[in-house]
């Protein structure tokens, strides 16, 4: 019975701010639980990347592969272009270890209203592509600084990338309502599209699934905003994918909510539990930032390693403490950072159990 092996990477900005409060909350749920996690602190990032030039070791890919579950807060510096930032650490983390479903609940939580006009709940799981698509590193800048300068971006799609993450996304479908909406974008302009549509009606056929409903992108935005509601399990490109989460988390009341899982799901490799937010520069230093996505993406990480009903407890703390009023400014809240950490691990201690929703 050793314990699980978490690599931590508080990273940039904010990360250094609720990373230390989801620790506290995984310290109080685990002790609870007895469960054994074991943690090792890596200060990578961009202030490595300033004394290194890079930003984490040649091996931290290796060092990586040796953990259980990677635990990220979140990365970018305004001074460092995000080319180096990010390529320097996090999509090198969810390509190596092939974390090709990227899984972004976004649900209503309570006593917060959001910034919609209807108290139908919003109950969503958006299953984005993580490895390829638009964010494929074919491309580049061409004739610089000369009247034909252009810049290129190919778009790459392979059937076994998009078959997968529509498989994971069906299979998903099924375990909930059945119901599975594709981001599209197939009205003859972008020639990616027919295919990801082709294979993602193909794999939900043969999982047993009813069938999808293909949705072009932009009604689908609309369609979030409006019947958020009707949506279910939603499959997306990566770019897609990654643009839809941010509204997704919005409607439920900040972007600083929301949560994400990187995921092989064969479990080979290690898998990347960060939440949707960046490093946020703009409030990064001023103790108030909201923990709950980095709380939340920890119960993820807790539910991952097959802690259940940790995960469940971890969610149900957080949600009481809102349902008591207490938020941080971004839902129109007092709260410190640290003061709404407090809460939501005296609600830990007190252990009253979990709620209604199970982990992730
Ligand atoms: P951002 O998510 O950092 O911030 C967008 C807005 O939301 C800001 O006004 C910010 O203050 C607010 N916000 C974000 N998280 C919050 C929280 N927990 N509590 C309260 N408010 C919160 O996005 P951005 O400003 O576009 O990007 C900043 C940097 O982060 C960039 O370098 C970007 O590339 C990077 N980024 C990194 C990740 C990641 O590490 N996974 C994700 C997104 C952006
Ligand atoms: C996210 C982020 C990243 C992405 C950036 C920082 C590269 O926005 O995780 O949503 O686009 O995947
Ligand atoms: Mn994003």
């Given at each position: 019975?050793?314990?699980?092996?978490?690599?931590?990477?508080?990273?940039?900005?904010?990360?250094?701010?609720?990373m230390?409060?989801?620790?506290?909350?995984?310290?109080?749920?685990?002790?609870?639980?007895?469960?054994?996690?074991?943690?090792?602190?890596?200060?990578?990032?961009?202030?490595?990347?300033?004394?290194?030039?890079?930003?984490?070791?040649?091996?931290?890919?290796?060092?990586?592969?040796?953990?259980?579950?990677?635990?990220?807060?979140?990365?970018?510096?305004?001074?460092?272009?995000?080319?180096?930032?990010?390529?320097?650490?996090?999509?090198?983390?969810r390509?190596?270890?092939?974390?090709y479903?990227?899984?972004?609940?976004?649900?209503?939580?309570?006593?917060?209203?959001?910034?919609?006009?209807?108290?139908?709940?919003?109950?969503?799981?958006?299953?984005r592509?993580?490895?390829?698509?638009?964010?494929?590193?074919?491309?580049?800048?061409?004739?610089?600084?000369?009247?034909?300068?252009?810049?290129?971006?190919?778009?790459?799609?392979?059937?076994?990338?998009?078959?997968?993450?529509?498989?994971?996304?069906?299979?998903?479908?099924?375990?909930?309502?059945?119901?599975?909406?594709?981001?599209?974008?197939?009205?003859?302009?972008?020639h990616?599209?027919?295919?990801?549509?082709?294979?993602?009606?193909?794999?939900?056929?043969?999982s047993?699934?009813?069938?999808?409903?293909?949705?072009?992108?932009?009604?689908?935005?609309a369609?979030?905003v409006?019947?958020?509601w009707?949506?279910?399990?939603?499959?997306?490109?990566?770019?897609?994918?990654?643009?839809?989460?941010?509204?997704?988390?919005?409607?439920?009341?900040s972007i600083?909510?929301?949560?994400?899982?990187?995921?092989n799901?064969?479990?080979?490799?290690?898998?990347?539990?960060?939440?949707?937010?960046?490093?946020?520069?703009?409030?990064?230093?001023?103790?108030?930032a909201?923990?709950?996505?980095?709380?939340?993406?920890?119960?993820?990480?807790?539910?991952?390693?097959?802690?259940?009903?940790?995960?469940?407890?971890?969610?149900?703390?957080?949600?009481?403490?809102?349902?008591?009023?207490i938020?941080?400014?971004?839902?129109?809240?007092?709260a410190?950072?640290?003061?709404f950490?407090?809460?939501?691990?005296?609600?830990?201690?007190?252990?009253?159990?979990?709620?209604?929703?199970?982990?992730?």
């Amino acid at each position: 019975n050793s314990p699980q092996r978490i690599a931590v990477v508080a990273g940039d900005g904010i990360g250094q701010e609720v990373m230390p409060a989801a620790l506290a909350c995984l310290d109080a749920v685990t002790e609870r639980h007895g469960i054994r996690l074991e943690y090792t602190h890596l200060d990578w990032g961009s202030d490595f990347y300033r004394e290194h030039g890079s930003m984490m070791p040649a091996d931290g890919l290796d060092e990586l592969s040796r953990h259980d579950a990677i635990f990220l807060g979140a990365v970018g510096a305004p001074d460092i272009p995000d080319t180096e930032t990010l390529w320097g650490l996090l999509i090198p983390i969810r390509r190596a270890f092939d974390q090709y479903v990227n899984l972004r609940p976004v649900r209503t939580l309570p006593g917060v209203p959001g910034p919609l006009a209807t108290d139908r709940p919003i109950d969503m799981m958006i299953v984005r592509e993580n490895t390829e698509g638009e964010y494929s590193e074919i491309g580049g800048r061409l004739y610089r600084g000369r009247p034909q300068e252009a810049a290129v971006q190919e778009t790459v799609f392979t059937r076994l990338g998009v078959s997968r993450v529509a498989r994971y996304a069906a299979d998903l479908a099924l375990s909930r309502s059945g119901r599975l909406t594709s981001a599209t974008k197939s009205n003859g302009i972008i020639h990616t599209m027919p295919f990801w549509d082709e294979i993602v009606a193909e794999t939900a056929a043969a999982s047993g699934l009813g069938g999808v409903d293909s949705v072009l992108v932009d009604a689908l935005a609309a369609r979030f905003v409006l019947q958020p509601w009707s949506l279910d399990v939603v499959v997306a490109s990566n770019l897609l994918g990654d643009i839809l989460s941010d509204l997704g988390s919005a409607l439920t009341g900040s972007i600083g909510v929301a949560p994400s899982a990187n995921l092989n799901p064969e479990g080979i490799h290690p898998s990347l539990f960060e939440p949707v937010h960046g490093s946020a520069p703009d409030i990064a230093g001023k103790g108030i930032a909201n923990p709950i996505g980095q709380i939340w993406t920890a119960a993820m990480m807790l539910d991952h390693l097959g802690h259940r009903a940790a995960a469940a407890e971890q969610i149900a703390a957080f949600e009481r403490v809102l349902d008591a009023g207490i938020c941080t400014g971004d839902l129109g809240g007092t709260a410190s950072t640290a003061e709404f950490t407090d809460a939501v691990v005296r609600e830990i201690r007190r252990g009253e159990g979990a709620g209604t929703n199970e982990g992730g």
